[in-house]
């Protein structure tokens, strides 16, 4: 029986998973169209990175790093505090499109990516 690749290997790993996510919350940091997702964020985002780095190893098919120290995702629930709008996840979406682009070569990888990380932003809108 084959074993199929999961999107994590296909990405690179736990240092690409790193570097995507670091690159993700510099360009949220330096890009004037993101002011509003950043304005969610805590001053220091080390520890966003941190998060993040570890849900998106469980959810690309690595290991489960998030579950393992938290539990459960719930998404919603751990956003409810922030007003996610439209604009706060197209924000967050510019981000993460941009460091997919520099970062995923493969086109039809990062286009499914892509409409997943979309699918994932919209579900967090909870504020008109």
């Given at each position: 029986?084959?074993?199929?690749?999961t999107?994590?290997?296909?990405?690179?790993?736990?240092?690409?998973?790193?570097?995507?996510v670091?690159?993700?919350?510099?360009?949220?940091?330096?890009?004037?169209?993101?002011?509003?997702?950043?304005?969610?964020h805590?001053?220091?985002?080390?520890?966003?990175?941190?998060?993040?780095f570890?849900?998106?190893?469980?959810?690309?098919?690595g290991?489960?790093?998030?579950?393992?120290?938290?539990?459960h995702?719930?998404?919603?629930?751990?956003?409810?505090?922030?007003?996610?709008?439209?604009?706060?996840?197209?924000?967050?979406m510019?981000?993460?499109?941009?460091?997919?682009t520099?970062?995923?070569?493969?086109?039809?990888?990062?286009?499914?990516?892509?409409?997943q990380?979309?699918?994932?932003?919209?579900?967090?809108?909870?504020?008109?």
């Amino acid at each position: 029986m084959e074993k199929s690749i999961t999107p994590y290997e296909l990405i690179g790993g736990e240092s690409a998973v790193k570097q995507l996510v670091h690159r993700f919350y510099e360009l949220m940091d330096e890009l004037p169209e993101a002011y509003a997702v950043r304005q969610l964020h805590p001053e220091s985002l080390v520890g966003s990175e941190e998060m993040l780095f570890e849900y998106l190893s469980g959810w690309l098919g690595g290991p489960n790093l998030y579950i393992a120290k938290k539990g459960h995702p719930r998404l919603r629930m751990r956003h409810a505090p922030y007003a996610i709008g439209l604009k706060e996840r197209d924000e967050w979406m510019l981000c993460m499109t941009q460091a997919l682009t520099e970062q995923v070569n493969d086109e039809g990888f990062r286009q499914a990516l892509l409409t997943q990380f979309s699918e994932l932003a919209s579900h967090m809108i909870n504020s008109e």
